[in-house]
């Protein structure tokens, strides 16, 4: 037992079926219909090796894609191809999660043999709208149909999900109130290092925050700002667009559009608040990139933009660097702008080139982000890469995350 929470060595789990939640959640290529990056189904393979050896009848649960936005919101058969690469040994498939059709391949395992199930999002109660709307325990949450309905198949429950930990969802947090539970290997890497990270990380600490999924990083700021954990925090990408709404700036229509498409609007008070208190501490770019035959950049007094904001500016850039260079520890959780296209790309290629460059303790989470470090070849450059952006930028502001709870409360109800 580790921090609390069992481990595997904690069990035996020989002929047992064990429901083993991963986050094998990765960026998808439409047009070529594969997955772009698969770093976070690499991190799984330890775990689901160390059980399969072990003798259990793995069964493999993982969501791929968001449900607010829709992006990459496939099904998992493509991940249990990929597995059976990297495990050498075949991963069965089957498109369901806890029906009839599930529910028999599992009473079919045998010893040893590794089954995947569907994308968990395809089930209502694993949406996100579903965990903000009802907010649910984890009482009520072991009630729910997909627990209620595969929990009884099973002996024990593992969690490998770091990166999801942050969420409060059925397949996450529901299965702990009903089995023996314990966190995989991943997990317990993850956890290690995040907590040596809070206790040891040198001053100024700065956080560079991007991306296009910023909900996490409304619940961190304000923390991290008022207890001191953040020195400065540098926005890029679509957190810096809802701050320059919120100080009443026109980005201009199209940008604007992809805040209000994305539900981001309901952000841009929060932003006023956070200005209001911490405006010293909140670096804005000064100029953006956009994409018209070509990159072109505006200045920030140039705004609105006839064209969709895709990056930052030069200037932003070479601020940013000075910033990196100044610091003795640098967060960093996604992207500066759309990096996956050559005219966009330079703000994330060099923030990221810069941090590899310098001698500060440097960390950095999220599926994109880990994507970029994978493009730039900067793997060795950091000091600790996170499969988890979300749960890496909550674990850092010193909130407990449910997942976390959960499976210590599990430990206590099943010491036994």
């Known amino acids: 037992m580790k921090y609390g929470i069992n481990t595997l060595d904690d069990f035996n789990f020989k002929s047992k079926v064990v429901l083993t939640r991963l986050d094998l959640n990765s960026p998808y290529d439409k047009e070529n219909n594969k997955l772009k990056d698969i770093t976070r189904i690499k991190a799984a393979v330890p775990t689901i090796k160390e059980l399969s050896e072990a003798g259990a009848k793995v069964v493999l649960m993982s969501h791929q894609g968001g449900d607010l936005e829709y992006q990459n919101y496939i099904s998992t058969e493509f991940h249990a191809a990929v597995l059976s690469d990297l495990l050498g040994r ?93 966190m995989g290997r991943l997990f317990e890497k993850e956890y290690e290092a995040l907590s040596s990270v809070i206790t040891t990380s040198q001053r100024p600490a700065v956080f560079i925050l991007g991306g296009a999924k910023i909900e996490d990083a409304f619940n961190m700021m304000p923390r991290v700002l008022t207890d001191g954990i953040a020195d400065k925090i540098l926005t890029a990408g679509l957190l810096a667009q809802v701050f320059l709404l919120a100080e009443g700036i026109d980005i201009g229509e199209p940008s604007k ?36 035959n070509g990159r072109k950049e505006i200045s920030l007094n140039e705004l609105p933009s006839g064209s969709a904001i895709t990056d930052i500016g030069s200037k932003t850039i070479d601020i940013y660097k000075k910033e990196i260079n100044n610091s003795k520890t640098i967060f960093t959780n996604g992207p500066a702008g759309v990096f996956e296209m050559p005219d966009s790309e330079m703000g994330t290629r060099e923030l990221l080139q810069q941090i590899a460059r310098s001698n500060n303790f440097s960390v950095i989470g999220g599926g994109d982000s880990i994507s970029a470090v994978n493009k730039y070849d900067l793997w060795d450059g950091f000091s600790y890469i996170c499969t988890g952006g979300g749960a890496m930028v909550r674990f850092l502001s010193g909130e407990e995350l449910p997942v976390v709870t959960s499976l210590k409360n599990a430990a206590e109800k099943f010491k036994k």
């Open 90 to 182: 075949e991963v069965f498939f089957i498109d369901d999660i806890c029906g009839p059709a599930a529910r028999e391949a599992i009473g079919n395992l045998s010893e040893s043999q590794i089954l995947l199930l569907d994308n968990v999002r395809f089930m209502a109660e694993e949406l996100t709208l579903f965990e903000e709307k009802l907010k649910l325990t984890f009482e009520e949450q072991a009630k729910t149909l997909v627990v209620r309905k595969l929990a009884p198949l099973a002996q024990f429950y593992i969690c490998d999900a770091f990166a999801a930990a942050h969420r409060s969802q059925p397949t996450l947090v529901g299965f702990e109130e009903l089995l023996s539970s314990a």
């Open 257 to 292: 559009k992809i805040i209000y498409s994305k539900k981001l609007d309901r952000y841009i008070d929060n932003s006023r608040e956070i200005l209001e208190r911490f405006r010293e501490k909140i670096v804005i770019p000064v100029d953006f990139a956009y994409t018209d």
